[in-house]
């Protein structure tokens, strides 16, 4: 039987602080398959995270099916906007939600999972950011458009360029992206979409340089809509979500676990040939030119 081994495999996904969104149903799908599990979450929640795993608050949610429960090897501070201990700045260093959290850049991370565990097999951003994202792009700042882009896009280059040295040949590194890098989505404002097209943009050039560097395989998830509570930020998640039950060409709701096992599969030999590439898992909804109503 053709299946999903990822057995002996170690994973570091970055954008892990609750248990609704991608990042958790990907971490999950990889330890169903058989990875060991390691995640990098936000300071300012990275106490409350720890704290509702510790208080059983995410029990129903770590339930793999077998009887045994999702656990993190590790779990690391990361702010994936700073790059190196210089890039921090002081009101965010001595802000009280950072101050616990040491170690928290993306080179010191990197260096501390070296030495930790010698290194990782599997790659996953599911990480973005987009402080004027309720603003229309022609009401975005200059200082939100750039901060989107650092947070949302930027942050996969430097994970890799800094995980990279410590991945083994055939590695898998997986981003999540949204439709709105190719298509108009009124509402997705502050920079989000400029974002999301210029990860899938290094997407591609990353495919060709690390897989020519360290033999390893660059993919992004285009994926619907979730009601996550990072995707609320937005404002109208909801109605995204209604109106693409109503219009992709198969009428369900997109579930996170889905997007999961789309990961699992990327991260494992069964995907062994295949790099640089934007696998839309959001229903059919990509392939739609118009809403459903043009021709009721």
């Known amino acids: 039987m053709l299946e999903i081994d990822l057995k002996g495999k170690r994973a570091f996904v970055a954008g892990v602080g609750d248990d609704q969104g991608f990042g958790w149903a990907i971490a999950k799908a990889l330890c169903q398959a058989g990875a060991e599990v390691l995640v990098g979450t936000w300071p300012p929640v990275l106490r409350l995270f ?9 029990d129903k949610s770590r339930d793999l099916g077998n009887g045994q429960m999702l656990e993190f090897t590790k779990i690391y501070a990361l702010d994936a906007a700073f790059d190196y201990p210089d890039d921090v700045p002081v009101e965010i260093s001595e802000n009280k939600r950072y101050v616990a959290a040491k170690n928290y850049t993306i080179s010191e991370v ?8 010698g290194g990782i097999d599997i790659l996953v951003h599911s990480l973005a950011n987009g402080p004027e ?8 700042s200059r200082k939100g458009y750039l901060a989107a882009i650092s947070s949302s896009s930027y942050s996969l280059v430097s994970l890799l360029a800094h995980f990279g040295p410590i991945m083994s040949k055939g590695g898998s590194v997986i981003s999540l992206t949204y439709m709105a890098s190719e298509r108009a989505v009124p509402g997705y404002g502050g920079g989000m979409s400029s974002a999301k097209a210029a990860l899938e943009s290094d997407n591609r050039m990353l495919a060709f340089e690390a897989g020519r560097k360290w033999g390893v395989r660059v993919n992004t998830i285009s994926a619907g809509a979730l009601p996550s509570r990072a995707a609320k930020a937005i404002g109208f998640i909801e109605k995204m979500i209604t109106y693409s039950e109503k219009t992709a060409p198969l009428q369900s709701s997109l579930k996170a676990e889905e997007v999961g096992n789309s990961a699992a599969f990327l991260s ?7 790099t640089g590439t934007t696998l839309y898992v959001d229903k059919g909804m990509h392939a739609m030119g118009v809403g459903h109503e043009i021709a009721s």
Do not use: C, R, W, Y
């Not at 990197?110 to 565990?117: G, L």
């Not at 030999?269 to 295949?274: N, R």
């Open 133 to 140: 994202v309720k603003n229309p792009l022609l009401e975005t």
């Open 268 to 274: 494992s030999s069964l995907a062994s040939a295949i």
């Open 50 to 58: 720890k704290m509702g795993l510790d208080g059983g608050k995410f």
């Open 110 to 117: 990197a260096a501390q999972v070296k030495e930790d565990f």
